[in-house]
C-alpha cells in the first residue's frame, strides 16, 4: 500500500511537470528559430546555429526527412523532449509550410497548449489563422510570441488588434516593447514596470546571454532612449492599464484570453523570460474525455487511471537503417513502463509494447519509461491505425481524431505498369498513415488521391519514389469537394463536372467541382443523401 502511494506520488509530480506542447505559426515567422532557442536555453545544445540554417544546407533538429532538408521545409511531425527547469517539454513539431496536412491537425490534438509565433510585420497570416482555429475548436490554450522585434514592425497596438479581431480572442499582453527596428530599445514587463534591455551584442544569438534589466523610470531618467521612443510606450502602458484585458490564467486555461510577449527569437532576446513564463502558465496534462462502451462519456485522470495512450501519427520508413513503421501514442494516463502488455480496445486484444522509443532529431532513443504527456513511438507490426485507444485496463476509447474533408483531388498511376505491386503497396502504407486518402474508380481501375492540401501530393510521390522506388505520374483533377452517397449509385442524376468513385471502405462517394454542384446534385437527388466527408 505505502508503495502504491510512493508511486502515485511520483506519478502525480511526474505529471505535474509535463508540459506538452506545438508552436503554430505561418512558415518564416520563426518557429525553427524559436525551437532551437528552446534547445539552447534547457542544455540540450550549447550553441545555436548547429540545427537550425536549413536554407544554407545544414539540418534542424526537427527536420529530418530527405524532402525536408531538400525543400527546406517541416513536412513530418514528431516529438522532441527536453528539461527546461523543474519542467520536462514535450514540443510536437508540426509542418511549417503553407500547404499542410492532416497530420498536423492531428499531431495538435496531442498537445495540452499553443505556442502562436507571430512576425512582428506581418502580423496573422493565413496558416497561423487555420492553426488558431483547430487549437479553438480542441479547447487548447494558446500563448502568443509577437517575433522579430529587432526588424521594424507594425505598431504593437495594431498587432493587438489584429490578434484579437482576426482570431476573435482577447489579447492580454504580459509585456510591452519599447520601440522597434533600429530603435528597440528592450521590453517593459507590465506588472512590475521593470525593463529588460536589449543589447546589439547578443545579435547572432549563438549562446545564451545574459540580459541588463532597470526599472522603467530610471530607464527614463538615464536618457538611454531617445523621447520619441519612450513617449509611445508611456502612453500605450497607461492606455492598456486603463482599456485592456486584464490576464487571468482561467481565462487563458479557457480559451478566452491569449498572454501575449514580445522578442526577439534570432537575438535571444526576450526567449528566456517567456519560456519562463510559459512553464508557469502553460497546463500540465489534464483528464481526457473518453467514451465508455455504453456510448456514455468518461473522463480519464492522468494519475487516477492506470496506463493509456492513443494513436495520433503513423511514420513509415523513418529511418532507412530501419525500415519499419512506428506509431506515435500520446501517454494521457499512468506510467509506461517498457515492454507492457496492453489491450488494443479496437482489436480486442493483447499486446507488448516492445521497443518503445523517443526521437530527438534522428537519434532514436529507448524509453524505459514515460509519463502522462509524453509521446512514444512504438514499431508497429500493422496492428495500429490513427485514432486508436490502448490501456491496461480497457472499456473505453477516447474521442475519434477530427477527420477534414479533402478539397484537391488527382488521379496517380505508375510510370512502369511493372511496378503496380510496389504502387499497390506503398499506397496502402501510405493510405493508412494518413499521408493522402485514397479512393478507385467504381470499375477498380483508377486510383484517385484526396488530400487537405497539395503538398500532400508531393509527399506521396517522393515517399513512393524513394521508399518503394516507383515513379509516379499525378494528374490534378478539377474538383473541389465531395460527399458519400446514400441510396443506389445506378439512379444517381450526377450533375455536370461531378464524379462517382469509392473510397477505401468501399462507400460510394461523388465528387463535385465546386460546392455549388454539391447543391444542386442535392436538389435533383431527393431520394439519395449526400453527406459531408469528414
Ligand atoms: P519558420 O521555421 O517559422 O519558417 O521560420 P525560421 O525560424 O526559419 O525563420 C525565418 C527567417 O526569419 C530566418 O531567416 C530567421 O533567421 C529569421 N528570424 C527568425 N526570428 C528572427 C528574429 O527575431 N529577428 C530577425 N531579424 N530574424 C529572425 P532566413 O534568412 O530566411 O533563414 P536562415 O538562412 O537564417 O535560416
New binding site residues.
Given amino acids: 500500500m505505502a508503495i502504491d502511494q510512493t508511486r502515485q506520488g511520483e506519478l502525480a509530480a511526474a505529471t505535474a511537470r509535463r508540459r506538452t506542447f506545438a508552436i503554430i505559426?505561418h512558415?518564416?515567422?520563426?518557429?525553427?528559430?524559436?525551437t532551437e532557442k528552446l534547445l539552447l536555453y534547457s542544455g540540450l545544445i550549447r550553441t545555436a546555429g548547429m540545427v537550425?540554417?536549413?536554407?544554407?544546407g545544414k539540418t534542424a533538429a526537427s527536420d529530418w526527412m530527405g524532402m525536408e532538408q531538400e525543400r527546406g521545409i517541416s513536412i513530418t511531425a514528431s516529438a522532441m523532449q527536453f528539461p527546461y527547469k523543474d519542467a520536462i517539454i514535450n514540443l510536437l513539431d508540426t509542418p511549417?509550410h503553407q500547404d499542410f496536412s492532416e497530420d498536423t491537425y492531428r499531431t495538435l490534438t496531442a498537445a495540452d497548449s499553443a505556442i502562436m509565433?507571430i512576425d512582428a510585420a506581418k502580423g496573422v497570416e493565413t496558416q497561423t489563422r487555420k492553426l488558431f482555429e483547430v487549437c479553438r475548436l480542441r479547447r487548447i490554450p494558446v500563448l502568443t510570441l509577437i517575433?522579430?522585434?529587432?526588424?521594424p514592425g507594425r505598431p504593437p497596438l495594431d498587432l493587438m488588434t489584429e490578434v484579437e479581431q482576426a482570431l476573435n480572442i482577447h489579447a492580454s499582453p504580459i509585456n510591452w516593447p519599447i520601440g522597434s527596428g533600429s530603435d528597440f530599445a528592450g521590453i517593459v514587463t507590465r506588472a512590475d514596470h521593470r525593463v529588460q534591455l536589449f543589447s546589439k551584442t547578443a545579435h547572432g544569438g549563438a549562446t545564451k546571454v545574459d540580459v541588463a534589466n532597470m526599472v522603467l523610470a530610471d530607464l527614463e531618467r538615464s536618457g538611454r532612449v531617445p523621447p520619441d521612443v519612450m513617449e509611445p510606450v508611456q502612453h500605450d502602458l497607461e492606455l492598456l492599464d486603463i482599456a485592456g484585458n486584464p490576464f487571468s490564467r482561467d481565462q487563458f486555461l479557457n480559451g478566452d484570453v491569449t498572454p501575449v510577449f514580445f522578442?526577439?527569437?534570432?537575438?535571444n532576446f526576450g526567449i528566456e523570460s517567456f519560456l519562463d513564463a510559459f512553464v508557469t502558465l502553460a497546463p500540465c496534462p489534464s483528464a481526457r474525455l473518453a467514451d465508455r462502451e455504453d456510448g456514455s462519456e468518461y473522463p480519464i485522470d492522468p494519475v487516477e487511471t492506470p496506463f493509456s495512450a492513443y494513436v495520433f501519427k503513423l511514420q513509415a520508413n523513418m529511418n532507412p537503417k530501419h525500415r519499419d513503421s512506428t506509431a506515435f501514442l500520446r501517454v494521457c494516463s499512468g506510467r509506461f513502463e517498457r515492454d507492457m502488455m496492453v489491450t488494443h480496445h479496437r482489436l480486442n486484444r493483447e499486446v507488448r509494447l516492445s521497443r518503445p522509443h523517443s526521437l530527438v532529431a534522428q537519434e532514436r532513443s529507448t524509453v524505459e519509461e514515460a509519463y502522462p504527456g509524453d509521446i512514444i513511438g512504438i514499431i508497429n507490426p500493422g496492428l495500429f491505425a490513427i485514432g486508436d485507444t490502448i490501456s491496461v485496463v480497457g472499456g473505453f476509447n477516447f474521442k475519434p481524431l477530427p477527420q477534414f474533408q479533402p478539397e484537391i483531388f488527382a488521379r496517380l498511376r505508375p510510370t512502369d505498369v511493372g511496378k503496380r505491386k510496389a504502387f499497390d503497396k506503398g499506397m496502402e502504407q501510405m493510405a493508412q498513415e494518413g499521408t493522402v486518402q485514397i479512393m478507385r474508380s467504381l470499375n477498380d481501375l483508377d486510383s484517385l488521391v484526396a488530400a487537405v492540401g497539395r503538398l500532400q501530393f508531393d509527399v506521396l510521390q517522393y515517399r513512393l519514389r524513394h521508399e518503394y522506388r516507383v515513379e509516379t505520374v499525378l494528374d490534378a483533377l478539377p474538383f473541389s469537394c465531395s460527399a458519400w452517397l446514400g441510396g443506389d449509385p445506378a439512379t444517381f442524376k450526377a450533375p455536370s463536372a461531378s464524379m462517382v468513385v469509392k473510397d477505401q471502405r468501399g462507400r460510394v462517394v461523388v465528387l463535385f467541382g465546386d460546392q455549388v454542384m454539391k447543391t444542386i446534385a442535392r436538389d435533383r437527388n431527393p431520394d439519395h443523401t449526400l453527406r459531408d466527408m469528414g
Fill in positions: 505559426s512558415p518564416d515567422a520563426g518557429k525553427t528559430t524559436l537550425r540554417g536549413r536554407k544554407g511549417g509565433v517575433n522579430k522585434m529587432d526588424l522578442a526577439s527569437a534570432l537575438t
